[in-house]
């Protein structure tokens, strides 16, 4: 099955820093998701960009599907972004079965 | 509001018994799954339907059951062959090819 790789496994920042998180996958895809996991383990959705750029507040992705990776970026870092970072894109072609990275495990200290 | 549903939040097992995890969905979706997770990593596939009457395997689906009887609900069963059940639950569900939406997930502690 398809292989994803998230990058890095932990990060630490100081409020207010810029970060970008990265998500590799082994083979072409269709649709690619980022998530939150918030300390209560609720998976926020953030983004659904299977190509190109989206922006939402201090949060923006971009997939570049040829190339098969996706770069979640965080600007202006703030104590509530802590979490973990999933990325998500279909096991295989045909339908959508997300299958998940391990995660980028985020800490922003005030 | 539209959404997904799980219950309970917190769910207590004694070695030996069966017990079963709530999925509701009210988004119209036709395909749901079940992940777990444990401590520190990422989610695994245990089962996913992707219509009504009709669900497959994911990657760890030993020791688990599923039914999909209606095409709001998904419930899972974690039986007595799960020698290691101990972990958090989570239900989802997408349309056909779409975005898929996660519930708030089911803590189950062996006890």
């Known amino acids: 099955g398809i292989q994803v790789e998230q990058s890095p496994p932990d990060l630490i920042l100081q409020e207010g820093a810029n970060s970008t998180l990265r998500c590799n996958f082994s083979d072409s895809v269709n649709n690619l998701q980022w998530f939150h996991q918030n300390p209560w383990g609720q998976l926020i959705n953030l983004f659904y960009?299977?190509?190109g750029t989206k922006q939402n507040g201090r949060l923006s992705a971009t997939t570049v599907a040829t190339e098969r990776y996706s770069l979640l970026y965080i600007s202006s870092s703030q104590t509530t972004d802590s979490g973990v970072y999933f990325c998500a894109v279909p096991a295989s072609g045909g339908s959508y079965i997300p299958t998940f990275g391990r995660g980028t495990s985020l800490i922003v200290h005030p | 509001d539209g959404g997904i549903t799980q219950s309970p939040k917190y769910l207590f097992r004694k070695e030996g018994q069966n017990v079963t995890l709530s999925c509701e969905q009210n988004l119209n979706h036709d395909a749901m799954y079940w992940y777990r997770q444990d401590p520190g990593q990422g989610l695994r596939l245990i089962y996913y339907?992707?219509?009504?009457?009709?669900?497959q395997k994911g990657d760890i689906a030993e020791g688990y059951s599923v039914s999909r009887e209606k095409k709001e609900s998904f419930p899972l069963t974690v039986t007595s062959a799960q020698k290691n059940p101990t972990a958090f639950y989570l239900c989802a569900s997408s349309s056909a090819g779409g975005e898929a939406f996660f519930g708030q997930g089911t803590r189950l502690t062996v006890v």
């Open positions: 960009i299977p190509s």
């Open positions: 339907s992707q219509i009504v009457n009709d669900f």
